[in-house]
């Protein structure tokens, strides 16, 4: 994590009780270096697992656990404690926590102080992967998004209770990063992003193509959400009936070709290449100058296809290449072909679908599953906005992760 890359911010951490309330003690220690004021509040049942004291002497400040608390109430009124976060984090969010804010409860200090605060609120879920899983947590975890409330992790891998699965708590380093980059509406300035979204149209005649069932808005949200946090974006789009967002450089394009030349003539000037686009693999070998006819005698029609060029393997061909970041629409074992993309295209991250009828390509919401060198997180169905956010902290995660020098 760079230094002060949260110069400035108020950062009201609720500590949770659960196994992983250890490793709060590490963020607070993290958050501080990156140049945040911590105030701790614990559940109760955080302080079975770590003691107030640890906390206080790793932010230099007080630790509350309760409403009623009559000298802290008088140093620092919960009121006015939500009012002085500019974030609030609750790390680790256990399924209680994460059930009582979706309920909208305030049955203890940290509840209330959710609900108190206009601060953006993030929660970092650490649990048993059978409660990650279950569709109540899930559910839950679904009406907190669309408040606005954002979700960092779980990670996957071992846990305490000797299960293997999703619920470990993100580790202190990408939570720091996590929030780094929801911190300030401008954390991509300075970078220049490249997107290209939809289909490709490839002629066959002046009245016929083949193309595909994308409608490129997936990729219109990120190029969306990148110009919203700062970024110098250039969208190439295929064929497609939408607005071109704010902020966003935009130019038209309808057959591979096109869009390949367009992305490979920006790429020395991309930092970030986010390649949305459903590429038609293969073109008509020639595109017939009038309209095809029908013979009266035949009943069947040969078109004889030619490869387009892979645009995302040129772009990882290219030495000083960008962070190269592909999708992969897949219709069955989404993990392994997708995995197979990751290393087979050279890619710095992939993200990956389940498409079919309803899902995916034509669906206002979609879950991705990202994956890249050494880890992976899903993204449950969400809207495409609020998905390409969560890409493009990830993205902002790994690039910092390897400035840095740590394992992303
Ligand atoms: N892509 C590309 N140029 C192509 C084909 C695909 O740049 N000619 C990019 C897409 O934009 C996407 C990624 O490659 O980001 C994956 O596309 P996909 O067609 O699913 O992958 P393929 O490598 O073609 O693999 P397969 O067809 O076997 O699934």
Same mark, same amino acid.
């Given at each position: 994590?760079?230094?002060?890359?949260?110069?400035?911010?108020?950062?009201?951490?609720?500590?949770?009780?659960?196994?992983?309330?250890?490793?709060?003690?590490?963020?607070?220690?993290?958050?501080?270096?990156?140049?945040?004021?911590?105030?701790?509040?614990?559940?109760?049942?955080?302080?079975?697992?770590?003691?107030?004291?640890?906390?206080?002497?790793?932010?230099?400040?007080?630790?509350?656990?309760?409403?009623?608390?009559?000298?802290?109430?008088?140093?620092?009124?919960?009121?006015?404690?939500?009012?002085?976060?500019?974030?609030?984090?609750?790390?680790?969010?256990?399924?209680?926590?994460?059930?009582?804010?979706?309920?909208?409860?305030?049955?203890?200090?940290?509840?209330?102080?959710?609900?108190?605060?206009?601060?953006?609120?993030?929660?970092?879920?650490?649990?048993?992967?059978?409660?990650?899983?279950?569709?109540?947590?899930?559910?839950?975890?679904?009406?907190?998004?669309?408040?606005?409330?954002?979700?960092?992790?779980?990670?996957?891998?071992?846990?305490?209770?000797?299960?293997?699965?999703?619920?470990?708590?993100?580790?202190?380093?990408?939570?720091?990063?996590?929030?780094?980059?929801?911190?300030?509406?401008?954390?991509?300035?300075?970078?220049?992003?490249?997107?290209?979204?939809?289909?490709?149209?490839?002629?066959?005649?002046? !009245? *016929?193509? @083949?193309?595909? &069932?994308?409608?490129?808005? $997936?990729?219109? /949200? #990120?190029?969306?959400? +990148?110009? =919203?946090?700062?970024?110098?974006?250039?969208?190439?789009?295929?064929?497609?009936?939408?607005?071109?967002?704010?902020? !966003? *450089?935009? @130019?038209?394009? &309808?057959?591979?070709?096109? $869009?390949?030349? /367009? #992305?490979?003539?920006? +790429?020395? =000037?991309?930092?970030?290449?986010?390649?949305?686009?459903?590429?038609?693999?293969?073109?008509?070998?020639?595109?017939?100058? *009038?309209?095809?006819?029908?013979?009266?005698?035949?009943?069947?029609?040969?078109?004889?296809?030619?490869?387009?060029?892979?645009?995302?393997?040129?772009?990882?061909?290219?030495?000083?290449?960008?962070?190269?970041?592909?999708?992969?629409?897949?219709?069955?074992?989404?993990?392994?072909?997708?995995?197979?993309?990751?290393?087979?295209?050279?890619?710095?991250?992939?993200?990956?679908?389940?498409?079919?009828?309803?899902?995916?390509?034509?669906?206002?919401?979609?879950?991705?599953?990202?994956?890249?060198?050494?880890?992976?997180?899903?993204?449950?169905?969400?809207?495409?906005?609020?998905?390409?956010?969560?890409?493009?902290?990830?993205?902002?995660?790994?690039?910092?992760?390897?400035?840095?020098?740590?394992?992303?």
């Amino acid at each position: 994590m760079t230094d002060n890359a949260l110069a400035g911010a108020r950062v009201l951490l609720g500590v949770g009780g659960g196994i992983a309330a250890y490793k709060a003690a590490d963020l607070v220690r993290r958050l501080r270096d990156a140049g945040a004021e911590v105030r701790v509040v614990m559940t109760a049942n955080a302080t079975r697992f770590v003691s107030a004291l640890t906390f206080q002497a790793l932010s230099g400040h007080a630790v509350r656990d309760s409403l009623w608390d009559e000298s802290a109430e008088a140093a620092m009124g919960h009121i006015e404690l939500a009012r002085w976060a500019s974030q609030v984090l609750v790390a680790p969010a256990t399924v209680d926590i994460i059930a009582r804010l979706a309920q909208g409860r305030a049955d203890d200090l940290l509840a209330t102080l959710c609900l108190a605060t206009g601060a953006p609120v993030a929660i970092a879920p650490a649990m048993n992967q059978q409660m990650w899983a279950h569709p109540a947590t899930q559910a839950n975890l679904a009406t907190l998004r669309q408040r606005g409330v954002r979700v960092f992790g779980p990670d996957s891998g071992g846990q305490a209770c000797g299960e293997f699965g999703a619920g470990r708590l993100m580790e202190p380093h990408s939570l720091v990063a996590a929030l780094a980059a929801t911190q300030a509406p401008g954390d991509l300035a300075g970078w220049s992003v490249l997107v290209s979204a939809g289909p490709t149209y490839e002629d066959i005649d002046p !009245v *016929r193509f @083949i193309g595909n &069932r994308s409608s490129g808005r $997936m990729g219109f /949200a #990120v190029a969306a959400a +990148a110009a =919203a946090r700062g970024a110098d974006v250039t969208l190439v789009a295929g064929p497609v009936a939408l607005a071109t967002p704010a902020g !966003v *450089r935009r @130019i038209d394009v &309808r057959g591979a070709r096109q $869009m390949h030349e /367009a #992305v490979l003539g920006l +790429a020395g =000037a991309s930092d970030v290449y986010v390649a949305a686009a459903a590429v038609g693999d293969f073109r008509p070998d020639q595109v017939a100058p *009038r309209k095809l006819k029908k013979a009266s005698d035949a009943t069947t029609l040969e078109l004889r296809l030619v490869q387009n060029p892979d645009i995302l393997a040129d772009m990882a061909a290219l030495t000083g290449r960008p962070f190269l970041v592909g999708f992969a629409a897949e219709t069955e074992r989404v993990e392994a072909h997708a995995r197979d993309k990751l290393e087979r295209k050279r890619l710095d991250l992939v993200a990956a679908n389940e498409v079919g009828p309803g899902r995916g390509f034509e669906a206002e919401d979609n879950a991705l599953l990202l994956l890249w060198p050494g880890g992976r997180e899903a993204l449950p169905r969400a809207g495409k906005r609020e998905l390409a956010e969560a890409l493009l902290d990830r993205i902002v995660q790994l690039r910092q992760g390897r400035q840095d020098g740590n394992p992303a």
